[in-house]
């Protein structure tokens, strides 16, 4: 069964840095292009970052850009997200998406708080 399980959420003090985890399972991993977004509720879900399934393209959003790096080891099937230089704004839900053409999965979401 097709999976993504993300971890590596918590609280963290204003300036601090955390690496979420997205771990992939059934299915082949290496095909898909990875994206992280995140969701506060009564908004929108926002794309964070995306890294093309080699690994050797990558985008962010302007709010994240210089912060955050998105990075995937296929032999692995993980894809990661480190941010540093946190703000009490980027507190949300922080979901991994793998998609390939018209086929998406998403994990269950990390929960991600930023005090100030």
């Known amino acids: 069964q097709e999976q993504l399980v993300e971890s590596g959420g918590g609280p963290v003090q204003f300036g601090g840095s955390l690496r979420l985890s997205c771990a992939a399972s059934?299915?082949?991993?290496?095909?898909?292009?990875v994206r992280w977004f995140r969701q506060v509720p009564g908004k929108e879900r926002e794309l964070v970052a995306g890294?093309?399934?080699?690994?050797?393209?990558?985008n962010y959003a302007d709010s994240v850009k210089g912060r955050f790096t998105i990075s995937r080891d296929n032999a692995k099937n993980m894809a990661y997200l480190q941010m540093n230089s946190l703000e009490p704004e980027d507190t949300a839900v922080y979901y991994c998406n793998a998609y390939l053409y018209t086929t998406h999965y998403w994990g269950q979401g990390t929960q991600v708080t930023v005090a100030p």
């Open positions: 890294i093309s399934a080699g690994g050797t393209n990558t």
């Open positions: 059934g299915f082949t991993f290496s095909s898909f292009i």
